[in-house]
């Protein structure tokens, strides 16, 4: 917790969380992961691993999971913390960190489920667009992109922002809005995670 404030602190931008997420919030997450054979999973912005710890627990013999998170410190953290020892119990599950950007990463192949932190409203339309189109050909034909956004805070910027944020929030708005339709989106309200959130799944 203390490392999550103080990074997010450090790292606003990038960061865009207060707190790390509730484990309400990260058995939503996951619940997109199919408990089939050899599955491929990605996290993109694992923080300080709220999702990745519930994302461990889905494994099985001959899965793949990738993680890319840009923060160093949070990537150390979590190689000490979590995934050396579980590395070290399940020998069988293939595990790799990745230390970028995601526009930069080299991911290769198809992932069955991606799973994804990234605080989306902290960036610019034009960022989403690129992260969402890397993700998306990443993602197997038929399979779920899962995020998160933080419940009420588009409206917040519309209502109260300035002319100029209000008219971004407007075009953010639409380029979510279509992204829904054109990939089947379904959304489930989160309450028990500060602050409460969405979790939105995109079909491929
Ligand atoms: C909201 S935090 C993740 C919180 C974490 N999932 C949790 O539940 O506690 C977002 C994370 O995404 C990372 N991040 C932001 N932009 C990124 C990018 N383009 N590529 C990779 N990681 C990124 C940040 O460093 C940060 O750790």
């Known amino acids: 917790m203390i490392r999550f404030v103080s990074q997010a602190i450090k790292n606003y931008h990038a960061t865009g969380a207060i707190a790390p997420s509730s484990r309400f919030l990260a058995g939503e997450m996951v619940?997109?992961?199919?408990?089939?054979?050899?599955?491929?999973?990605?996290?993109?912005?694992?923080?300080?691993?709220?999702?990745?710890k519930a994302i461990l627990k889905t494994l099985q013999s001959g899965d793949e999971f990738h993680i890319v998170e840009m923060?160093?410190?949070?990537?150390?953290?979590?190689?000490t913390n979590m995934l050396a020892s579980f590395s070290e119990n399940n020998p069988e599950i293939i595990i790799k960190l990745h230390n970028e950007l995601l526009q930069e990463a080299e991911l290769e192949g198809e992932f069955d489920t991606i799973i994804c932190g990234l605080p989306f409203n902290n960036f610019p339309v034009e960022l989403v667009e690129e992260l969402f189109q890397t993700m998306l050909a990443l993602l197997k034909e038929g399979s779920e992109l899962v995020y998160f956004e933080y419940l009420g805070m588009r409206t917040i910027k519309a209502v109260f922002g300035t002319p100029t944020l209000r008219k971004a929030t407007e075009e953010r708005t639409a380029d979510i809005n279509a992204r829904m339709r054109e990939f089947q989106g379904g959304e489930n309200p989160v309450w028990c995670n500060l602050p409460p959130c969405r979790v939105v799944r995109l079909r491929k």
């Open 31 to 52: 619940a997109s992961i199919q408990h089939g054979e050899q599955k491929r999973i990605l996290e993109v912005g694992c923080g300080t691993g709220s999702f990745t």
């Open 71 to 79: 923060n160093e410190t949070f990537c150390e953290d979590i190689e």
